[in-house]
Structure formats: C-alpha cells, structure tokens
Nanobody
C-alpha cells in the first residue's frame, strides 16, 4: 500500500510560481510511474503531467508545456511539479497519483493509476 501526500499549494499571483511536492510512503517508490492531475470546480479531472519510473521520460498536457516541469527524487520518495507563469486557467485541486506497472501505459488516463493523494489547492489571483 502506497500513501501519497501532496503539499505546496497556495495562493499566487498570475505569472507567479509554485512548487508542489508529493511525498510517498509504503511500497517501492522507484517502481511506480507517477502523475499529476487537477480538478477545477465544476470540471472533470484532467491530466497535467506524468513521469516514468527512472525520471528519464516526462509527459505534459499541451496547456502546461514550457511552464510546468515534473521531476522526481527516488532517493527521497518525492515527486515535484514546478509551476511557472501561472495563469487564470490553472487554479484547481492538484492530485498526485502512482501507477504500478511497466512498459507503455496510458499516462493520461486517471483510471489506470493505483494510488492517489488527497490533493492540494492552487489558487491564482489577478
């Protein structure tokens, strides 16, 4: 059983930056591919970014490419999402998720992830 705890959310001005963290406990962190998803009020959960087990390959939603960077530190059992140039369309509850598997996987599909955190709120002000 893997527990995921997000942190780092908060209120930031448009154009500002935040770094989210996702700390894992239980399981073997390096065997999980990881993802960030977000859900804004009244909207469906959407994929933001994902990273493979060794951190060598990352995937992004088009709207965050060039602004967000996903990374992981397997020695610290932690994943990060550096968010720069935040926009008014970015506010949401951000969730981290872990997928136990190997090879090709549909990283955009939340349904394949095995474990989820409780979420952290990101708010962007004018």
């Amino acid at each position: 059983q893997v527990q995921l705890v997000e942190s780092g959310g908060g209120l930031v001005q448009a154009g500002g930056s935040l770094r989210l963290s996702c700390k894992a406990s239980g399981g073997t962190f390096s065997t999980y591919a990881l993802g960030w998803f977000r859900q804004a009020p009244g909207k469906e959960r959407e994929f933001v970014a994902a990273i493979r087990q060794d951190g060598g390959v990352a995937y992004y939603q088009d709207s965050v490419k060039g602004r967000f960077t996903i990374s992981r530190d397997n020695a610290e059992n932690t994943m990060y999402l550096q968010m720069n140039s935040l926009k008014h369309e970015d506010p949401a509850v951000y969730y981290c998720a872990a997928y136990y598997g190997s090879g090709i996987f549909d990283y955009r599909s939340g349904g394949i992830y095995d474990y989820w955190g409780q979420g952290t709120q990101v708010t962007v002000s004018s």
